[in-house]
């Protein structure tokens, strides 16, 4: 059994069934209608939320017990969500596809693999299209609150701007708060949150 599989396991939800705070305070850039793609969803509570404001959502993640929670969860919730069981590294990504990219606490890959991810979360993004990111600073190796051990996983704002230079950066701000996402993610955190917008 996959790391993942084994952290996702039984009937309780690791990160909680309530959308991402971050995700939450972007809710006046969503509009229904709008194409969404929820990278590494894990047990769906972003991309759940993401379709109850009416977002025609892609739910994406490499476990199959994650996946199945999320089908689950979307039931639950009364809402249609597409939901598909991926390696993101061996993804075919869509080109041009998505209005939306969620991207939230995704930093299970090292420098190398990130970069490839951001290029075809990028190359995913309609022209126009926004990228909703949030992840953890080195500051989170502090806390322990959640998110990866390893610093080189970790986000910083020079290489956020960095990887991101092509598109208009509309937001981008690292901060300490209190989250409480289920077991996974719970007490004061060092965060830092992006959105970007893919140039037309």
């Not at 790391?3 to 509009?31: M, V």
């Not at 379709?51 to 994406?60: K, M, P, R, Y």
């Not at 009364?78 to 991207?103: C, I, K, S, Y």
């Not at 309609?126 to 322990?144: A, D, I, M, N, S």
Request: glycine share 8%; hydrophobic share 45%; net charge negative.
């Amino acid at each position: 059994m996959s790391i993942w599989n084994e952290r996702y396991k039984g009937c309780e939800y690791h990160f909680g069934t309530e959308p991402n705070a971050f995700l939450l305070s972007q809710r006046d850039r969503l509009k229904p209608g709008m194409s969404c793609l929820a990278v590494a969803d894990g047990e769906g509570r972003n991309g759940v939320w993401l379709s109850e404001q009416g977002l025609d959502v892609l739910s994406v993640d490499s476990s199959c017990v994650a996946v199945d929670k999320a089908r689950a969860l979307a039931l639950l919730r009364g809402v249609t969500m597409e939901v598909e069981m991926a390696d993101l590294t061996q993804w075919v990504w869509p080109e041009n596809r998505f209005d939306v990219v969620a991207a939230i606490f995704i930093q299970f890959a090292p420098p190398v693999l990130r970069d490839q991810m951001f290029a075809r979360i990028r190359r995913s993004l309609k022209p126009g299209g926004v990228l909703l990111l949030q992840g953890y600073t080195p500051r989170q190796l502090e806390y322990r609150t959640g998110g990866p051990s390893q610093a080189e996983n970790l986000y910083t704002d020079a290489m956020l701007r960095a990887a991101f230079s092509d598109m208009d950066i509309l937001h981008l701000v690292g901060h300490d708060d209190v989250i409480n996402e289920g077991a996974g993610h719970c007490g004061m955190s060092a965060l830092i949150d992006l959105v970007a917008r893919k140039i037309a």
